[in-house]
C-alpha cells in the first residue's frame, strides 16, 4: 500500500520502518538508563542487563512500528493517527511484555474487618 506524502507516494512500510527504528532506540535508551545504575551497584549482572535492554529496544521497536503501520496502511493522520498509534502501540507492547514475564494474576482476599488487628 502505498500513502501520498509531500506529494509523493510512500510505501507504508517505511513508515514502519522509520517508527520501529526509533522506538527501538527510545526502548533501549530507556532501559540502559535503569540498568546502568543497578549493574553498578552490584544489584544486577552484566548480561542479566544486555538481555533486559535487547528485549526492551526489539518489543518497543516492533510495537512502535506496528502501531504506524497500521495508521498508515488506514490512511488515519493527524491527533487521530496520534492517538491510534499510541492505543495500537500500547497493546502491542503489552502483549509483548506478557510473552516475556507473564503477570501473576492473584485474587485478592477481602480481609473481614472483624478478623483485622488493632492498634
Known amino acids: ?13 517505511a513508515y514502519m520502518k522509520i517508527a520501529g527504528g526509533a522506538g527501538a532506540f527510545a526502548g533501549g535508551v530507556t532501559a540502559a538508563y535503569h540498568c546502568i545504575p543497578m ?6 549482572k552484566l548480561a542479566d542487563a544486555g538481555k533486559i535492554v ?3 529496544a526489539t518489543g518497543t521497536g ?4 506496528i502501531g504506524a ?13 496520534l492517538a ?5 502501540a500500547t497493546i502491542v507492547k503489552d502483549r509483548w ?9 492473584e485474587e485478592k482476599k477481602m480481609i473481614p474487618a472483624s478478623t483485622t488487628p488493632s492498634r
Not at 503501520?69 to 493517527?81: E, K, T
Not at 511484555?97 to 494474576?105: G, I, S
Request: no cysteine; net charge positive.
Open 69 to 81: 503501520g497500521a495508521m498508515a496502511a488506514l490512511g488515519i493522520g493527524g491527533i487521530a493517527g
Open 62 to 65: 516492533v510495537a512502535s512500528g
Open 97 to 105: 511484555d506478557d510473552a516475556f514475564e507473564p503477570k501473576q494474576r
Open 39 to 44: 549493574v553498578y551497584k552490584k544489584r544486577m
Open 84 to 88: 491510534g498509534f499510541i492505543l495500537v
Open 1 to 13: 500500500m502505498k500513502i501520498t506524502f509531500a506529494n509523493r507516494m510512500v510505501p507504508a512500510l
Open 54 to 56: 535487547l528485549r526492551e
